[in-house]
Every structure is written in structure tokens, then in C-alpha cells.
């Protein structure tokens, strides 16, 4: 027997409408919500980005200053106003010349003068980093740059730049070692100037990175990036394998111990340097491997 079928529901139009006016009004509530956050992410995106660029734009430059400090100002003068080398400093030279070309010459530096490459990729110790760090500092100098339209004559330019080092008998080197994040990072190691005559030579160690260094310096004719592996022999930790040391037994001198913290700075001379090839590195275990050399040359 066919059962009985269940009638259907009554049909409630009010209840529908009621139910039909609460969908729209959430629906009405999220849009409200959607167009909000729009807004505000809106208005507020730009502003972030533009923090964030302005903080980085900052530490690139107190960086730059540094490394201007320790690998141009021997020949650029303090803060670029000029000694051997053209003065940096100037009005003249900034707004003729554009972030991209400074950038060119500083990793490529002028061939058949004595602007050294300073980029890995032609033989120096600088980061692609690093090169732009050095030409935001560059950059920073330009509001406040005086008119030195000679710019090029070097400390003719500018009489105040003797303050560049402090008088020190024989000749005065600017190392600086540095990392960008210990072992985990690029590791560098610049000298400037990459050559000195014969006689007593100073070397002014800044250590700029995150981890302790130290600078050795080695008379041998081997490339400053072929030194081979010896691994052993300097304590506090002499191993067989693994630690990527280089022999120090031709070393001339060295900062010493304790090895350099970050932030410092420490200074010996060598006396009476002799002419001849040498190479400047960390021996911290793994550092030489990781790109703390350099070659110098005594003529
Ligand atoms: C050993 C000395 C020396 C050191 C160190 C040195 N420079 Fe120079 N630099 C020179 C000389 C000399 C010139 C001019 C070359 C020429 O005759 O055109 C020059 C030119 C330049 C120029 C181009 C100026 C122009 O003529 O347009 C820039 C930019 C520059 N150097 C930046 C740097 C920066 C940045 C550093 C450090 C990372 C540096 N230099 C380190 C010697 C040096
Ligand atoms: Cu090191």
C-alpha cells in the first residue's frame, strides 16, 4: 500500500524573507569589512615599503661609511674630500656621475691608474653588496656636498684633508676584515693601499663584522687565492683536517692575540718591511677559505 506521501511544507514567504534579509546583511557586513581592509592596506602598503627601504637605505649607508673609511680614504681623502686620489666629496663629481657608473668603476675600477677593482668578480675583496653599500655612502654625501669643481686634482682641492690617519713614521695600511653573518655568510678581507714601499709599515686592523678575526700577514709568492691547505698547527685548535688553516711559518706579523672582536680595531707595524710579495689573511679556522685574503705587495 503506497504510503501516504508527506505533504509539503508550508509555504512561508515572511519566514523566507527573514531569512533572506539576514543573508544580505552578513553579505553587506563583509563587504563592508573587504572594502576596510582595502583600504587601509592601501593606504598603508606604500608607507611600510617605504620604511622599510628608508631603514635599509640607512644601514647600507653607515655601512659604505665604513668601508670608505677603510679601503678609500688612504687615496680619497677622509669621508672622500680628496688626497692622492680625486676628491669624492664634491658637487660637481656626484651630479655627473650616476649611481650605475660609480658602481661600474668602484667593481671594475680604472685600468692604468691606480683605482684598484674592488669586486670579486675582477680580482678585489668586495661583495656586489658591498659595492652598493660604498656608492649609498657616496650617494649621502651629495646634499650636503661642497662645490669643488677641481674635484679631480685630488687634495689640491681641499687643505682639510690631512686628517685622513694619524701621522705614523713609515707607511700606514687600512685592513678591514668583516662577515656578514659568521660562517653562514660571505667573509671579506680589503687592504688599501694594496701596495706600500719598503720600510716600516703600520696596519690598522677594523674588524666590521658579526665574529671575532684576525689579520696575518705571510711573505710568499703564492696568489693570495692559492695558499694551500694545511690545516694543523695553530692552536687553540690544531686538527688534521677540516679546519682550512694556511701555514704561518713565513708570517711577518700579525694582530695577535685575542683574535679582533667585532666592532674593533687594533694596529701593529711590521719593521722594516722587506720588497717582495705577500699575502694578508684571517687564519681563524675556515675564514681563508671563505674569502679572507689579500694580496700586498712592498716595492
Ligand atoms: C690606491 C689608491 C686608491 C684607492 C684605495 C681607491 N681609489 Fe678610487 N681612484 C684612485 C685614483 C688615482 C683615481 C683616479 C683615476 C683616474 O686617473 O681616472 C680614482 C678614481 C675613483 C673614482 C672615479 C672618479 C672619476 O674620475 O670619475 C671613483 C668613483 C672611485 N675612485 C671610488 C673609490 C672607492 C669607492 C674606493 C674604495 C672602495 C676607492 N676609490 C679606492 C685611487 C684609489
Ligand atoms: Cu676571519
Not at 711573505?219 to 690544531?238: E, H, M, R
Request: aromatic residues 6%; contains cysteine; proline residues 7%.
Amino acid at each position: 500500500m503506497p504510503r501516504e506521501r508527506p505533504s509539503p511544507p508550508p509555504f512561508e514567504p515572511e519566514a523566507l524573507e527573514r531569512s533572506l534579509d539576514r543573508y544580505l546583511g552578513i553579505g553587506l557586513v563583509f563587504m563592508a569589512l573587504l572594502i576596510v581592509g582595502f583600504v587601509t592596506y592601501t593606504v598603508r602598503e606604500p608607507g611600510l615599503r617605504k620604511t622599510a627601504a628608508a631603514q635599509q637605505q640607512s644601514s647600507y649607508r653607515d655601512i659604505g661609511d665604513t668601508l670608505f673609511a677603510g679601503s678609500c680614504a688612504s687615496c680619497h681623502g677622509k669621508a672622500g674630500t680628496g688626497g692622492s686620489a680625486p676628491v669624492l666629496n664634491s658637487r660637481q663629481f656626484l651630479k655627473a656621475t650616476t649611481d650605475g657608473q660609480m658602481k661600474g668603476i668602484i667593481a671594475g675600477g680604472i685600468s692604468g691608474t691606480e683605482m684598484p677593482a674592488w669586486s670579486f668578480e675582477f680580482g678585489g675583496t668586495f661583495t656586489d653588496e658591498q659595492v652598493q653599500q660604498v656608492t649609498t655612502y657616496l650617494r649621502s654625501l651629495e646634499p650636503k656636498a661642497p662645490s669643488v669643481p677641481s674635484w679631480r686634482s685630488g687634495s689640491a682641492a681641499t687643505p682639510s684633508s690631512t686628517t685622513t690617519t694619524a701621522a705614523v713614521a713609515g707607511t700606514s695600511v687600512q685592513v678591514v676584515v668583516s662577515d656578514s653573518s659568521g660562517l653562514n655568510g660571505r667573509m671579506s678581507l680589503t687592504t688599501a693601499p694594496a701596495a706600500v714601499p719598503a720600510g716600516d709599515v703600520t696596519f690598522t686592523v677594523k674588524n666590521t663584522g658579526t665574529i671575532e678575526h684576525e689579520m696575518v700577514v705571510l711573505q710568499t709568492d703564492v696568489a693570495f687565492d692559492k695558499l694551500p691547505i694545511v690545516d694543523g698547527g695553530d692552536p687553540p685548535a690544531p686538527v688534521a683536517s677540516g679546519a682550512d688553516k694556511v701555514d704561518e711559518s713565513t708570517s711577518v706579523g700579525e694582530t695577535g692575540d685575542p683574535a679582533v672582536k667585532p666592532g674593533e680595531t687594533r694596529t701593529f707595524t711590521v719593521k722594516g718591511m722587506a720588497a717582495g710579495k705577500y699575502v694578508l689573511v684571517c687564519n681563524i679556522a675556515k675564514h681563508y677559505g671563505m674569502g679572507m685574503t689579500a694580496a700586498f705587495t712592498v716595492r
